[in-house]
């Protein structure tokens, strides 16, 4: 069920409905219906099968809770690990390392057939996966408190509002916020719908419009010329940022409109100074569960251990860990080459002195130093994006082989959009050139990565009054507010009747 579907539409309404006019001791319980009914409408088998794998690690918590022997907790966590970990392999990375397997075996001579798996991925599997590894993680380390309400619980780990695309919650910050009764608040729903209709703006009007563009490079990458394949990395360097922030927005505003804060994802990501920083303010909530359950317990192990100093085990284990979660991202080489590469680049910043991995705040040198990584970020996204890694290739090493030619190319990767067709009729220019008609579209495109830049610039740079969009927009005067909202929601509707569908938000397929 996608969020701009009628049908979430209405599930939305009619839940926020009964859950402020109900009697206040079913409030959660509506919230917990509504995700129920979200997950069972992608599939009535993974629903069944997801909900008894969260079933069996509520009881396998209250056991580590009741447990004291080391043995028998160790044992209890190690089921629970292996159980969440294998199904997220079965589905999302059986096929992946059956082929690798096959690949390694062909060139020794050996003949093996593949064997592969005809299944979709579960929705939002690997958000839930790793949320249910740090709660059970946590409840073993005992920082954690074991829930006792089955119903609570299961709304950790499926409140339809992030189920899909996170933020990777954790159970000391979701838990207590779903445990009271919720007052209506006008402030918080207006606060909430605000900040859905910013997410919304985000993905149908800048994320999709990129997507056209990005799209035409990355499927046809041979075609394309030098300075059509440095677009279409820069349109995609905006376009995911504006497509999975977007989703954060989107449901940190939904579950505002309940009372509930989610964990903030974004930071202005493209202003950081180094690549260390940029994992700081890019899906934070991931960065966390990293540094906590992986990057710490893996250097701990090492240290321990004595066989390398301390910093070649920070840049081992920063290289391992990023290369880890560039396959949790999908299984393809290219995630995984991502990974990698991130996680080089980190380990070799922490080898460079204090004063390279540090800006000079309002200085020439900082922004520098920030458009070299945000070049260095751009460039890596390559990976992310491309269909296999002899498309990324293709696509670095032939970035200023055909500089030469002519710029006309450059529109080649672009569709006419019946918005900027329609809007140019009503201006009175109906006879326009297709050539023009797709110039206008490429201007429209780079005024909106200007629009998204400058109000992350207004966050990050800006009068403290500025340091949320919503207060900006708090301080205009009636008919100037009015005029935003109204303006943004025109853009919304006349983009999502443009196209015949709205695509998946990226993060959707992880």
Same mark, same amino acid.
């Given at each position: 069920?996608?969020?701009?579907?009628?049908?979430f539409?209405?599930?939305?309404?009619?839940?926020?409905?009964?859950?402020?006019?109900?009697?206040?001791?079913?409030?959660?319980?509506?919230?917990?219906?509504?995700? #129920?009914?979200? @997950?069972?409408?992608?599939?009535?088998?993974?629903?069944?099968?997801?909900? &008894?794998?969260?079933?069996?690690?509520?009881?396998?918590?209250r056991?580590?809770?009741?447990?004291? $022997?080391? #043995?028998v907790?160790?044992?209890?966590?190690?089921?629970?690990?292996?159980?969440?970990?294998?199904? %997220?392999?079965f589905?999302?990375?059986?096929?992946?390392f059956?082929?690798?397997?096959?690949?390694?075996?062909?060139?020794? &001579?050996?003949?093996?057939?593949?064997?592969?798996?005809?299944?979709a %991925? $579960?929705?939002?599997?690997?958000?839930?996966?790793?949320?249910?590894?740090?709660?059970?993680?946590?409840? @073993?380390?005992?920082?954690?408190?074991?829930?006792?309400?089955?119903?609570?619980?299961?709304?950790?780990?499926?409140?339809?509002?992030?189920?899909t695309?996170?933020?990777?919650?954790?159970?000391?910050?979701?838990?207590?916020?779903?445990?009271?009764?919720?007052?209506?608040?006008?402030?918080?729903?207006?606060?909430?719908?605000?900040?859905?209709l910013?997410?919304?703006?985000?993905? #149908?009007?800048?994320?999709?419009?990129?997507?056209?563009y990005?799209?035409?490079?990355?499927?046809?990458?041979?075609?394309?010329?030098?300075?059509?394949?440095?677009?279409?990395?820069?349109?995609?360097?905006?376009?995911?940022y504006?497509?999975?922030?977007?989703?954060?927005?989107?449901?940190?505003?939904?579950?505002?409109?309940?009372?509930?804060?989610?964990?903030?994802?974004f930071?202005?990501? @493209?202003?950081?100074?180094?690549?260390?920083?940029?994992?700081?303010r890019?899906?934070?909530?991931?960065?966390?569960?990293?540094?906590?359950?992986?990057?710490?317990?893996?250097?701990?192990?090492f240290?321990?251990?004595?066989?390398?100093?301390?910093r070649?085990?920070?840049?081992?284990?920063?290289?391992?860990?990023?290369?880890?979660?560039?396959?949790?991202?999908?299984?393809?080489?290219?995630?995984?080459v991502?990974?990698?590469?991130?996680?080089?680049?980190?380990?070799?910043?922490?080898?460079?002195?204090?004063?390279?991995?540090?800006?000079?705040?309002?200085?020439?040198?900082?922004?520098?130093?920030?458009?070299l990584?945000?070049?260095?970020?751009?460039?890596?996204?390559?990976?992310?994006?491309?269909?296999?890694?002899?498309?990324?290739?293709?696509?670095?090493?032939?970035?200023?082989?055909?500089?030469?030619? $002519?710029?006309?190319?450059?529109?080649?990767?672009?569709?006419?959009?019946?918005i900027?067709v329609?809007?140019?009729?009503?201006?009175?220019?109906?006879? %326009?050139?297709?050539?023009?008609?797709?110039?206008?579209?490429?201007?429209?495109?780079?005024?909106?990565?200007?629009?998204?830049?400058?109000?992350?610039?207004?966050?990050?740079?800006?009068?403290a009054?500025?340091?949320?969009?919503?207060?900006?927009?708090?301080?205009?005067p009636?008919?100037a507010?009015?005029?935003?909202?109204?303006?943004?929601?025109?853009?919304?509707?006349?983009?999502?009747?443009? #196209?015949a569908?709205?695509?998946?938000?990226?993060?959707?397929?992880?």
């Amino acid at each position: 069920m996608s969020v701009f579907s009628l049908e979430f539409s209405a599930l939305l309404i009619i839940t926020v409905f009964a859950f402020y006019t109900l009697p206040m001791r079913f409030q959660w319980w509506i919230v917990l219906g509504a995700s #129920v009914i979200f @997950y069972v409408t992608s599939s009535v088998t993974y629903a069944v099968l997801i909900a &008894g794998a969260i079933l069996i690690d509520f009881f396998v918590a209250r056991a580590i809770t009741k447990t004291d $022997p080391p #043995v028998v907790r160790k044992r209890l966590l190690g089921f629970s690990l292996i159980l969440n970990i294998g199904l %997220l392999f079965f589905f999302k990375y059986f096929n992946f390392f059956s082929e690798a397997v096959a690949d390694l075996l062909a060139p020794c &001579g050996v003949s093996y057939e593949a064997a592969t798996i005809d299944a979709a %991925l $579960p929705l939002g599997i690997s958000f839930i996966t790793f949320a249910k590894i740090g709660y059970m993680l946590d409840v @073993y380390n005992r920082t954690t408190e074991s829930e006792k309400n089955i119903g609570s619980f299961f709304l950790f780990l499926g409140f339809f509002p992030n189920i899909t695309a996170g933020p990777i919650e954790r159970a000391r910050h979701l838990l207590p916020q779903v445990k009271h009764a919720i007052l209506f608040d006008e402030h918080q729903l207006t606060r909430g719908l605000r900040r859905i209709l910013w997410g919304a703006f985000k993905k #149908v009007v800048i994320a999709e419009r990129l997507a056209v563009y990005v799209n035409g490079v990355f499927d046809h990458p041979h075609d394309a010329s030098s300075v059509t394949l440095i677009l279409g990395i820069l349109f995609f360097t905006f376009q995911i940022y504006a497509d999975f922030s977007g989703y954060t927005d989107i449901a940190r505003g939904i579950a505002a409109l309940f009372g509930v804060e989610l964990f903030e994802n974004f930071r202005q990501p @493209y202003f950081a100074f180094s690549i260390l920083d940029f994992w700081r303010r890019w899906h934070i909530s991931l960065t966390n569960w990293i540094r906590e359950f992986m990057f710490m317990p893996l250097s701990r192990y090492f240290l321990r251990r004595e066989w390398f100093s301390a910093r070649t085990i920070q840049v081992a284990s920063y290289i391992i860990v990023m290369s880890v979660i560039g396959l949790w991202h999908g299984a393809n080489w290219t995630f995984v080459v991502w990974g990698l590469i991130h996680g080089i680049l980190m380990g070799v910043e922490t080898t460079l002195p204090r004063r390279w991995r540090m800006p000079q705040q309002k200085r020439l040198p900082a922004i520098l130093q920030t458009t070299l990584v945000f070049i260095i970020i751009s460039l890596t996204w390559t990976f992310f994006r491309a269909n296999t890694l002899a498309d990324a290739s293709y696509v670095l090493t032939h970035l200023f082989a055909s500089l030469n030619s $002519p710029l006309k190319h450059v529109l080649d990767p672009l569709a006419t959009d019946p918005i900027t067709v329609s809007t140019l009729d009503f201006a009175g220019f109906s006879d %326009l050139s297709v050539t023009t008609i797709k110039t206008v579209q490429l201007g429209v495109s780079f005024g909106l990565i200007g629009f998204l830049l400058f109000t992350d610039w207004l966050t990050e740079h800006g009068p403290a009054h500025y340091a949320d969009h919503e207060h900006v927009i708090d301080r205009l005067p009636g008919v100037a507010r009015w005029t935003v909202y109204y303006g943004a929601i025109a853009l919304v509707f006349a983009s999502l009747n443009a #196209v015949a569908s709205i695509t998946d938000f990226v993060y959707v397929q992880f």
